[in-house]
């Protein structure tokens, strides 16, 4: 491929493909660490929802039945990661990468078991979510840019899509604008006096949990029965880790945050594009190189941003109620 051939379009419309598997893994470790618990099992909860999507999917030839089946065995998942890390006080950073480390050998070992065919599922075909084709479309096709941006940018995405989209503004209602909201970031600011105030500091960190664990569900679910069509050992590829690089990069804010995903998602995008491009007085650039692309960003994000980034006060420190 030439460089003539580079094509941007491509790359905004494989932005809006990209950004979903952050944009929920994100905002469900805004909930958790906003509560003051530290989300590292981000990774190990999208990776048991997208082989549990796609092993369900297949089995029923359902793509619903198998994102069900997702939401259940994060909240699962979720909800132990609460027990050890706020009911026991454990260290939340060890329960995070036990957990991770623990579902990266469990699902690998569970679909070679059920499936045979060295630890992957098979390819979901009809079981896949489908795309929507909105409403139009056909008649606006022909249109330079205008029918360009209805059909292929906005619209020709599944519904999951659509739905990460939308939850950016409802999770900064919710944050925002409700009561659960006010208490979500009193416990995860100061736990004492959220407690002195009334607020069952323990049970808001539960519910942020089964927040947590309810939309992270839907990172797996998207990487399975979307992107790919079957689930592939440690397919995650340390998207939860990406998804931590944009809560820091968002300081914690659901908008912010979203706009950290898009990043991540537009030079995912651009790596797979430029792949194999030749370009002029470089010739082609390894491939090796090119797939560090979203990896030297979050280094430099993290390296330029950490210092002026300001967490919750109380975040990975276990609340003790005072007598």
Request: net charge positive.
């Amino acid at each position: 491929m030439m460089f003539d051939d580079f094509q941007f379009s491509s790359i905004l419309v494989s932005t809006i493909r990209n950004a979903p598997v952050l944009i929920f893994a994100a905002m469900a470790g805004l909930f958790a660490e906003r509560s003051g618990v530290v989300d590292l099992a981000l990774e190990g909860k999208m990776l048991a929802s997208a082989f549990v999507s796609a092993a369900v999917a297949y089995v029923t030839q359902n793509p619903w039945l198998g994102i069900l089946a997702g939401v259940g065995v994060s909240v699962a998942i979720a909800l132990l990661q609460g027990f050890v890390s706020i009911t026991q006080k454990g260290n939340q950073l060890v329960a995070g990468i036990a957990i991770n480390i623990a579902l990266s050998g469990l699902t690998f070992v569970l679909a070679q078991f059920f499936f045979m065919q060295g630890g992957r599922t098979p390819d979901l075909g009809a079981a896949r979510l489908f795309d929507i084709v909105l409403p139009g479309s056909e008649a606006l096709a022909s249109i330079p840019l205008l029918g360009w941006i209805y059909t292929r940018l906005i619209g020709g995405h599944s519904a999951l899509v659509y739905l990460a989209f939308a939850l950016i503004p409802l999770v900064h209602w919710v944050l925002y604008h409700t009561r659960f909201g006010l208490r979500l970031r009193a416990v995860g600011e100061n736990p004492h006096a959220a407690d002195a105030a009334g607020v069952n500091v323990e049970r808001t960190r539960f519910m942020a949990m089964l927040c947590a664990g309810l939309l992270c569900s839907f990172s797996g679910a998207y990487l399975s029965i979307v992107q790919s069509g079957f689930f592939l050992r440690d397919m995650s590829a340390g998207n939860g880790y990406l998804a931590l690089t944009a809560l820091v990069f968002g300081n914690w804010r659901p908008l912010q945050t979203a706009l950290g995903c898009l990043m991540f998602g537009f030079f995912t995008a651009l790596q797979v594009q430029i792949e194999g491009v030749v370009f002029p007085g470089l010739g082609k650039v390894p491939g090796s190189l090119i797939q560090m692309i979203p990896y030297v960003v979050t280094v430099v994000v993290l390296a330029g941003l950490m210092a002026k980034s300001v967490a919750p006060k109380a975040i990975g420190v276990p609340f003790v109620k005072s007598r």
